[in-house]
């Protein structure tokens, strides 16, 4: 079942919550960090340089071992492989006194001790420019502060949507006027009288719109039944639906059969508010008023508003289908809610959506919806 209800309000994306928009914030700046170091490695201190009591009685026990083994065997071999030993170890002695000398751990001690110095100096010099670098911040911050309040406030962001809105003004696409004139809905008349009341010289009957189809070289030019024309600000397409075309009962305004209309206002910036027959006939005020309402929310404009003693909206109509609308044509519902007068205008309704123009041809052609295969008792 269809959820969209009369009546019915469509506008651009960008004025749905302009209200709610504010002036961008400068970029607060970023608090400085502390600059961290890692300190030197304490070093590792060498071992004493000996063999130490466990090597000295092995060496011992060895070298008797080799003199023992050598007198009972009395063998000259082994003499000249404990000879051979001998050297080598001592060799290895004097060898590792030829190496690179090995730092002392007083040394050690004093590299480090510098460099523990070198590294707390680095510190103390860290920290004063973290400090003066944390002032400097400081003042920023508060200037940041300073300024956000003054952005942030009511005048300022009053201001700053008022240019933001005058942007959107100028990228509105103007109507021009309509050299053809055209029947419209028996009901246009009447609500007519209670618009010029409240809008004054804003509304307009005779305006039109064009919308150039470059792929089949048509140009179509809309026709609304009302347009709030405000030349310095919003421009709106009131539109009154009827569930049917009176001279023949061919359903018109049923669910989706305005949405590439409806698209077309909204990409020029246009706004468009949908109204139910039946509730500009029995609630003309209140949807004066909610006309009134939208222009104020959108542009803080209260000229229209204020002038309503009832502050009311029209009661919420379901939009009907097409098949719908075929019952209610069937069932003549109209005739419910109009007078007499407006009844005996009905057979001579007629349903004009457009003007086609073919660029190519320079002809025109006025598109209604064919009701060669209608079945309706009208």
Avoid at 3 to 29: A, E, G
Avoid at 247 to 276: L, M, Q, S, T
């Amino acid at each position: 079942m269809n959820s969209i209800v009369y009546p019915i309000l469509i506008q651009p994306y960008c004025l749905k919550n302009f209200k709610d928009i504010i002036p961008p914030l400068p970029s607060q700046p970023i608090e400085p960090v502390r600059y961290t170091r890692r300190p030197p490695n304490r070093p590792t201190l060498n071992k004493e340089n000996d063999f130490g009591i466990s090597t000295f009685f092995w060496m011992i026990a060895f070298h008797g071992l080799m003199i023992f083994v050598a007198v009972k065997a009395q063998l000259i071999w082994i003499w000249a492989f404990y000879i051979i030993v001998t050297i080598a170890l001592i060799g290895s002695l004097f060898s590792k006194e030829e190496k690179v000398k090995v730092k002392t751990n007083d040394e050690l001690e004093d590299e480090y001790r510098n460099k523990m110095e070198e590294y707390e100096n680095k510190l103390k010099e860290d920290e004063l420019l973290y400090q003066k670098e944390l002032s400097k911040y400081n003042v920023k911050l508060n200037e940041y502060h300073q300024e956000a309040l003054v952005l942030q406030s009511k005048s300022n962001i009053y201001r700053y949507q008022k240019e933001q809105l005058r942007d959107f003004f100028e990228k509105i696409k103007k109507p021009i006027y309509s050299e053809v004139i055209y029947k419209k809905g028996v009901t246009e008349n009447y609500f007519y009288q209670y618009l010029k009341k409240y809008f004054g010289e804003k509304i307009k009957t005779d305006l039109t719109i064009k919308d150039e189809l470059t792929r089949s070289k048509e140009i179509r030019t809309y026709l609304p039944d009302y347009v709030y024309f405000d030349p310095d600000g919003l421009i709106i397409d009131i539109e009154i639906d009827e569930p049917y075309i009176g001279h023949n009962g061919e359903p018109i305004h049923y669910e989706g059969i305005d949405v590439y209309r409806d698209n077309f206002f909204i990409e020029n910036n246009w706004i468009v508010i949908r109204f139910a027959e039946e509730q500009i006939i029995k609630q003309p005020e209140e949807c004066c008023f909610f006309i009134a309402q939208a222009i104020n929310e959108i542009t803080n404009n209260d000229e229209h508003i204020k002038l309503f003693i009832k502050q009311n909206i029209p009661t919420p109509i379901r939009q009907w289908s097409k098949e719908e609308a075929h019952k209610l044509a069937f069932n003549r519902y109209r005739n419910k809610y109009l007078n007499i007068t407006l009844q005996e205008k009905l057979s001579e309704e007629v349903n004009l959506g457009y003007i086609s123009e073919n660029s190519s041809m320079s002809t025109i052609s006025y598109r209604a919806i064919d009701n060669s295969r209608d079945d309706l008792p009208f």
